[in-house]
């Protein structure tokens, strides 16, 4: 059974940092893009970043500079580390694992909250 388990969400003021986690099972994790994407209210969810099985890492405009994706294959966890949050990032964060640009596997999603 795949599982995707998403953590290090919650509340922070603009300008603040958080690291989500998303400890990943029932996968092949080094083969395994891996992604984060979020959900605003009302709005379409969005990939923010992803990270090749080879390490290679993509960024949405918004995340660049910003946001940073990595991976450790022996603790099969993907990490997106966000700093210089801003109100405009409140959104829920959910990790995705799949092949290329295609996502077979979401986890739950986490709620980040950034407050002005």
């Known amino acids: 059974q795949v599982q995707l388990v998403e953590s290090g969400g919650g509340l922070v003021q603009a300008g603040g940092s958080l690291r989500l986690s998303c400890a990943a099972s029932?996968?092949?994790?080094?083969?395994?893009?891996m992604g984060w994407h979020r959900q605003a209210p009302g709005k379409q969810r969005e990939l923010v970043a992803s990270?090749?099985?080879?390490?290679?890492?993509n960024y949405a405009n918004s995340a660049k500079g910003r946001f940073t994706i990595s991976r450790d294959n022996a603790k099969r966890t993907v990490y997106l580390q966000m700093n210089s949050l801003k109100p405009e990032d409140t959104a829920v964060y959910y990790c995705?694992?799949?092949?290329?640009?295609?996502?077979?596997?979401w986890g739950q999603g986490t709620q980040v909250t950034v407050s002005s």
């Open positions: 995705a694992a799949g092949r290329g640009t295609f996502y077979t596997y």
């Open positions: 029932g996968i092949i994790f080094s083969i395994s893009t």
């Open positions: 990270i090749s099985s080879g390490g290679s890492t």
